[in-house]
């Protein structure tokens, strides 16, 4: 499996944007990026996921690099519901149903 | 749309007994589901995937016979913990994926096992 590397943690403020990095130097052609998280005490849920163009959707937004060697999450606003472990995970797209490979991902503290 | 359910959400049971946990999509059929473990502070770590109307797929390093995996129904995979210990308490968590698309996996709330 292509492997991600994100930050451990980082720290914004109420209010404020957020950019969540991920990079993946190894990504083939075929693989989709997807974002999870997962609040305290809770299964993960699904944020957002892309190919190659950014992508945006009710929860946040994706912008991709042109090499699509790292990727960017954005929170545009942030609430403190926000504060969750961020998972940048590869899947490839021509596989069907295929488990997800969990690294540590980024723990997003939101301050008041 | 797209519902995952776990039952139970807590479980304490006592060293050397066995532990039930149902995963069920409420409103989509998933012909593959998840099974995940997560240690407190950890990542989650994939157990096995289970596969409707087949055996399940065990990662490496997991125990076929000990953590028992069925998957009867298309809405339906349930996880038995056999003879739990207390190294075995940890945070369980399903996933499960439409059958038409398989692009997004839909997560449960998770079932909290803590063995005496």
């Known amino acids: 499996d292509a492997k991600t590397t994100q930050p451990n943690s980082m720290e914004s403020n109420e209010e404020e944007p957020v950019h969540l990095p991920c990079n993946h130097s190894?990504?083939?052609?075929?693989?989709?990026i997807h974002w999870y998280r997962q609040l305290p005490s809770q299964g993960p849920e699904y944020v957002i996921h892309?190919?190659?163009s950014n992508v945006n959707n009710r929860m946040a937004s994706l912008a991709i690099a042109e090499d699509r060697k790292s990727s960017t999450l954005i929170l545009h606003r942030a609430t403190l519901r926000d504060a969750a472990v961020y998972y940048c995970?590869?899947?490839?797209?021509?596989?069907?149903?295929?488990?997800?490979?969990f690294g540590q991902g980024t723990r997003l503290t939101i301050n008041p | 749309g797209a519902v995952v359910s776990q039952h139970p959400s807590r479980v304490i049971c006592k060293s050397g007994t066995s532990v039930k946990i149902e995963c069920r999509s409420l409103d989509f059929q998933a012909t593959t589901m998840f099974w995940y473990r997560q240690f407190p502070k950890k990542s989650l770590m994939l157990m096995a995937t289970s596969n409707e109307g087949s055996k399940a797929t065990y990662e490496q390093g997991v125990e076929k016979d000990k953590f028992l995996i069925n998957h009867a129904s298309l809405t339906l995979s349930t996880l038995t913990v056999t003879s739990a210990h207390p190294e075995d308490s940890s945070f369980y968590i399903c996933s499960a994926v439409p059958g038409t698309t398989g692009d997004t996996q839909y997560f449960g709330p998770g079932t909290r096992l803590t063995v005496l």
């Open positions: 892309g190919l190659t």
């Open positions: 190894t990504i083939s052609g075929t693989d989709y």
């Open positions: 995970i590869l899947k490839n797209g021509f596989q069907g149903a295929q488990k997800l490979v």
